[in-house]
C-alpha cells in the first residue's frame, strides 16, 4: 500500500479527526505508525494506524504520550508534573487517562499487539534531562 492510500484510508477510518484530541482539520492531520514503517512489523495497515494531528503526532512519537492496549491515553510522568501554558495543560496534560477515539469497524482498530509493544517502548523510553 502506498503511503498517499495509507493517509486516506486511517482517515477515513478515524473519521477525519484526531485519535487524541478530535481535531478535524484534514491538513492538520497525520496518519501515524504505531510501529514505525522501517521496522518489520511496521506495516503500512489501518490496524498500525492513527489519524493524529501533528502536535498529537509528535507528542506520540517523542513518547509524551502512551496508548496502553485498552486503549486509554497516558501521558509521561514527568510531563503530567510540568506546570506550563494552555496548550501543555488542553492539549497534553487534559488527555491523561482518556481513551482514544476509535474506528468503527474492529478490524481498522489498532492491533492490541503493536499497541502493547509501542507501549512497552514508551514506558521504557528515557526521560529526558
Ligand atoms: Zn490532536
Known sequence: MHQGEFRERVLRAYRHQC????????????AAHIIPDSEP?????????LALCRLHHAAFDR???GIRKDYVIQVRPD?????????LRHSIQGLHNRR????????ERPAIDLLAERY????DAPIPV
Open 100 to 107: 482514544i477515539i476509535l474506528p468503527r469497524k474492529r478490524v
Open 19 to 30: 485519535a487524541l484530541c478530535r481535531l478535524r482539520h484534514e491538513v492538520l492531520l497525520d
Open 63 to 65: 513518547f509524551f504520550v
Open 120 to 123: 512497552e517502548r514508551f514506558r
Open 41 to 49: 512489523d511496521g506495516a503500512p495497515e489501518v490496524n498500525n494506524g
Open 79 to 87: 510531563v503530567l508534573r510540568e506546570h506550563d501554558g494552555p496548550t
